[in-house]
């Protein structure tokens, strides 16, 4: 995971124009009421700044975690038994998949996904079919399913 | 009769294919995707290469501008539980598949293994693709091959099994669609090749 250009852009307005907005009518001598306003929200874009960096951390964390599981973890597959979707993620539908999941060492169990997925990806997710997962080995339930 | 409708008959004549009215693959891939159901039009259905069945056909549509691709489509099921996807795309090719929002994790990761191969083209996988795979299929007879054989704007993409070889040519004659084929078929082929192995 990294960030983009845009994520980088949206941190970078938020957190320097709230500062901005902050700071500089309190040292420009403007008015009391105003300044009060301009602060109020300049503390909010900063909030935003730092929740937005909060998130970025979060899926970055996700994502070292992901590769961690593909690197060291035990190699299976998931048959897809049920595929569906009820929403969209930045034009990209939010799968919920049903999966038989089997592992080597660890037998074969049904579990539960939800991933968002481009159009192509999900049109395929139909049942019966075979992808490959990787399982962390200390936790059966920890998986990265290859789609 | 337009150029390209007397291309299309001409490489029908020349290599057996049958006309198709018209030919909807459906969302198999993401040039298919981007072109939202615009089917293909002309369209042949046949051999495209050697043991390598398929349709060959025109994908237009518009998108803030005209665009128009040449598409070869064929199927090799069993790449499915090897690669669920695999695109090759030529360099400079504008695409929307690898888009993120900011914050979002990447849905792909470059193969950037083949400086040779990677001088033409992109090609991105699943981040969580086994790699032993994709350096056996991308074996350096097959990097040398698309390098120097496919036509010069030639592309693939491999998801779940689909494989659609694509020139941007809007008039490439029969003999570029006959090259078209040939292409596709001989990726096809490798890939099945590398399936069984």
Known sequence: ?147 | MSAVDSAYVELAADRGLGQLPGFDPGQLTPLLVEAKGAGLQPALRGALGEGVDGVVGQLAYQRNRKFRFQVALTEVPAATAFAPRVFCIRRGRSTRDDEFYGFETRHSKLWTESTALNERYEVATSPFQDPMWLRQLFSPSLVDWLGTKPPADFSFELAYGALLGSVESDDPGAAGLAALCEATAHVATRIREECEE
């Open chain 1, 1 to 147: 995971m990294q960030l983009n250009r845009v994520g980088v852009g949206l941190i970078a307005f938020f957190g320097l124009a709230g500062a901005a907005f902050a700071i500089v009518p309190i040292l420009a001598g403007v008015p009391g009421e105003v300044a009060g306003i301009l602060a109020s929200v300049g503390v909010i874009w900063v909030l935003v700044a730092a929740g937005l960096l909060w998130y970025a951390r979060r899926q970055q964390r996700k994502a070292a975690h992901q590769d961690w599981i593909f690197r060291q973890g035990l190699r299976g597959t998931a048959t897809v038994l049920h595929a569906d979707s009820h929403a969209e993620v930045n034009e990209m539908p939010l799968m919920s998949l049903r999966l038989d999941l089997a592992v080597p060492g660890h037998g074969t169990r049904e579990v539960k996904r939800r991933e968002i997925m481009p159009v192509f990806a999900a049109s395929r997710m139909q049942q019966g079919l075979v992808l490959p997962v990787y399982v962390n080995p200390e936790d059966a339930d920890d998986f990265v399913l290859v789609w």
